[in-house]
């Protein structure tokens, strides 16, 4: 296997300047977030470090990216439940599970939506819409059973905390918010996997 790593690109380094402007050392030219967004669409791997530190910024930059594309119209991908779930996350005992969880979402997404671009490519004409339809449901029946991972986790503590947060008063509607926002979203995803 010496021979994949001799064959592994090296990222681009792309270094940012006090003044916010990103240099691509690769080019020698400067790059907007724009830039980077469309090397990422093109499976173009490249680090981001502080010039003047040196700390590697890819993370805030890449989050950066997806902020921007999400103040765009029409370009949402993240919808406001999602985005307040996952901050709901941070601090929770299931924080250490969330990366691994939404990193394999995500390949298993791309890897049914290379085979639907196939298909399309292979059937294109009425066939072709049928596949596509067919390959939502399975997506949304995959999304919809990798979601109820964490319902059992949800509902046991949930049931313990409930009995908790009557006798503490206050607690306990925000409990029962979380708990009837998860079952909206159970229910959302089981309707859109029946279609």
């Not at 592994?8 to 080019?27: C, F």
């Not at 924080?95 to 639907?116: A, D, G, I």
């Not at 991972?149 to 009995?163: C, H, V």
């Amino acid at each position: 296997m010496a021979t994949d790593k001799q064959t592994d690109k090296q990222p681009t380094v792309i270094k940012k300047y006090a003044n916010r402007r990103l240099y691509h050392t690769g080019t020698s030219t400067y790059v907007t977030l724009e830039d980077l967004a469309g090397m990422v669409r093109q499976g173009e791997d490249f680090v981001v470090f502080d010039a003047k530190s040196g700390e590697d910024i890819t993370r805030s930059v890449l989050t950066q990216i997806i902020f921007e594309q999400e103040n765009k119209e029409g370009q949402n991908l993240l919808p406001v439940t999602v985005l307040r779930q996952l901050i709901r996350f941070y601090g929770d005992s299931l924080q250490s599970l969330v990366p691994s969880y939404l990193e394999f979402s995500m390949e298993n997404l791309s890897r049914e939506q290379q085979k639907l671009r196939e298909q399309m490519t292979q059937a294109f004409g009425p066939s072709a819409f049928q596949s596509m339809d067919e390959q939502v449901r399975k997506n949304m029946a995959f999304f919809s059973e990798a979601m109820r991972m964490f319902t059992p986790f949800a509902q046991r503590n949930g049931a313990d905390a409930t009995s908790k947060s009557e006798s503490e008063g206050e607690g306990g509607s925000e409990l029962q918010d979380l708990k009837r926002q998860m079952a909206e979203m159970q229910a959302k995803l089981d309707q859109l996997a029946r279609k």
